[in-house]
T-cell receptor, first 113, second 115 residues
Framework: AQSVTQPDIHITVSEGASLELRCNYSYGATPYLFWYVQSPGQGLQLLLKYFSGDTLVQGIKGFEAEFKRSQSSFNLRKPSVHWSDAAEYFCAVGAIAGNMLTFGGGTRLMVKP | NAGVTQTPKFQVLKTGQSMTLQCAQDMNHEYMSWYRQDPGMGLRLIHYSVGAGITDQGEVPNGYNVSRSTTEDFPLRLLSAAPSQTSVYFC??????????????FGPGTRLTVT
């Protein structure tokens, strides 16, 4: 069965600092991978996705993520964090057949001024 | 397009009561699903539907019932509410049921408290 682990429950960074959120997955084949963001009181919004090809994918709001097959990881990065990035971030793996997503537990990002 | 809409936004129930959470989408999406979100556990799939008249169980289906009589609507029924069902519920839809390549669009959520 597929699974996703986000090892960091909470992360605090200063505004302007760089950010990396970790995601490790377990899946029998090359998976479809996603990062979603949830602002307080809101639904989830897709930041970026990986299906195949270039292992570095660009998303919205200046985020990027790198797929590393050897490490079963799909870490999310941003070079300079803004206060508006404070939110909860979810990594998810998608089935290749069918449309089921399996989510990690989430990482709550706080941004210090 | 309104996207995915959910009602109500908040609900408080007493143990044993029943209720229906509503979900509708206006994008003619084939795939619809219900998740519950609990702290530290991410989102877990309750039920999903691959088209009108076709539903199936997800990871945590017990205590919930669904049906899909139209493409647009996918209500979630709590038959006899329990405190363990206190959670935030999200409905999502996607263009196709055959692959997760296509973005899933999420509703704003329903916060349910069972006392």
């Amino acid at each position: 069965a597929q699974s996703v682990t986000q090892p960091d429950i909470h992360i605090t960074v200063s505004e302007g600092a760089s950010l990396e959120l970790r995601c490790n997955y377990s899946y029998g084949a090359t998976p479809y991978l996603f990062w979603y963001v949830q602002s307080p009181g809101q639904g989830l919004q897709l930041l970026l996705k990986y299906f195949s090809g270039d292992t570095l994918v660009q998303g919205i709001k200046g985020f990027e993520a790198e797929f590393k097959r050897s490490q079963s990881s799909f870490n999310l990065r941003k070079p300079s964090v803004h206060w508006s990035d404070a939110a909860e971030y979810f990594c998810a793996v998608g089935a290749i057949a069918g449309n089921m997503l399996t989510f990690g537990g989430g990482t709550r990002l706080m941004v210090k001024p | 397009n309104a996207g995915v809409t959910q009602t109500p936004k908040f609900q408080v129930l007493k143990t044993g009561q029943s209720m229906t959470l509503q979900c509708a989408q206006d994008m003619n999406h084939e795939y619809m699903s219900w998740y519950r979100q609990d702290p530290g556990m991410g989102l877990r799939l309750i039920h999903y539907s691959v088209g009108a008249g076709i539903t199936d169980q997800g990871e945590v289906p017990n205590g919930y019932n669904v049906s899909r009589s139209t493409t647009e609507d996918f209500p979630l029924r709590l038959l006899s509410a329990a405190p363990s069902q206190t959670s935030v519920y999200f409905c999502a839809s996607s263009r196709t049921a055959t692959s997760s390549r296509y973005e899933q669009y999420f509703g704003p959520g329903t916060r349910l408290t069972v006392t």
